[in-house]
């Protein structure tokens, strides 16, 4: 049976993640995992894809605050409360793709100045707070009774992101170079299945937490950044378009969403689970043909 091996927040979008042994289950994702995210002047989302250097930001959890610190300049760590209160911060609309308004919450001034120094451009911290329900991506998920799509952070479309272990070393038998899991920034990491087996997983069960497959992830040029370095190349979606590519989409991970809204403050995920999956569907790819020892670039 499979078991979770890895457990990943990342609370600034597209910022360092942080592995965690435990993590808390929200409906939008895990307990402050992309709560905050940095946006240009006029309100549009920055990720890695337009600003490599954010590869190079790292970020801690200490005290209920939030930590970050630029590889080059350790030194210079701005703090931050985890929760920031509300009440207390200004609204500012942003913009996440071309034509989504999220309402979120400017941090502060001394956060604007901190990241615009770091990355060389002007931008903005902003946090999502409670009452903002961003929908996920429309046609694949199911609404609730009352129409309403569930809910997610700032991450790019879904809750949470599953990969296999097995499918990260099975990719890496074909690349000239592996690659580690952070390329791919999942917030689920399961080993004991075998590669792409996550694909077909409809339905499956952490202990007494339902949750379902949506889709698989199409995967974009953020894969191809080294986050230790910050420096870009072609791999590994090069390798991957190779067979992995479906209607010009290149595919690895799942994402995920609970399978209810109603849970309790004590919903966890814990490093060491088991993972059952209770319902499978066909996948969109079929598994690739095992690789012979000829075939394996990385031997």
Same mark, same amino acid.
């Given at each position: ?67 970050? #610190? ?14 920031? %209160? ?10 996440? #793709? ?15 100045? #901190? ?120 791999? %590994? ?46 996948? #969109? ?15």
């Amino acid at each position: 049976m499979p078991t979770i091996s890895a457990l990943y927040l990342y609370p600034i979008k597209s910022l360092g993640g942080i592995a965690v042994q435990e993590a808390t289950v929200t409906p939008r994702g895990f307990r402050y995992d992309r709560r905050f995210m940095l946006v240009d002047t006029h309100g549009l989302f920055i990720t890695q894809r337009s600003n490599h250097h954010m590869a190079l930001i790292d970020v801690a959890i200490r005290n209920d605050q939030l930590l970050v #610190w630029h590889r080059h300049r350790p030194d210079q760590v701005l703090e931050l409360p985890l929760t920031p %209160p509300a009440d207390t911060l200004i609204p500012l609309p942003v913009t996440i #793709w071309d034509s989504e308004d999220v309402p979120a919450l400017a941090v502060s001034d001394e956060a604007d100045r #901190w990241f615009t120094n770091a990355l060389g451009k002007p931008c903005r911290l902003v946090y999502m707070p409670d009452s903002t329900h961003r929908s996920v991506e429309p046609g694949y998920a199911r609404p609730d009774e009352t129409g309403r799509l569930p809910a997610v952070s700032f991450a790019d479309g879904y809750p949470y992101l599953l990969i296999g272990q097995a499918s990260l070393d099975e990719l890496n038998r074909r690349l000239p170079e592996p690659v580690t899991m952070q390329r791919f920034r999942p917030n689920i990491v399961v080993s004991g299945s075998e590669p792409y087996d996550e694909d077909s997983w409809s339905q499956f069960r952490v202990g007494e937490l339902d949750f379902y497959g949506v889709k698989p992830c199409a995967r974009c040029v953020l894969t191809t950044i080294d986050p230790a370095t910050g420096e870009t190349g072609k791999e %590994p979606l090069r390798t991957l378009s190779t067979f992995r590519q479906w209607k010009h989409k290149i595919l690895f991970g799942q994402n995920v969403l609970t399978a209810t809204d109603d849970l309790s403050a004590s919903a966890q995920l814990s490093v060491g689970q088991a993972v059952e999956v209770t319902s499978r569907t066909t996948p #969109w790819l079929a598994a690739p043909a095992p690789l012979s020892s000829s075939e394996n670039l990385t031997a």
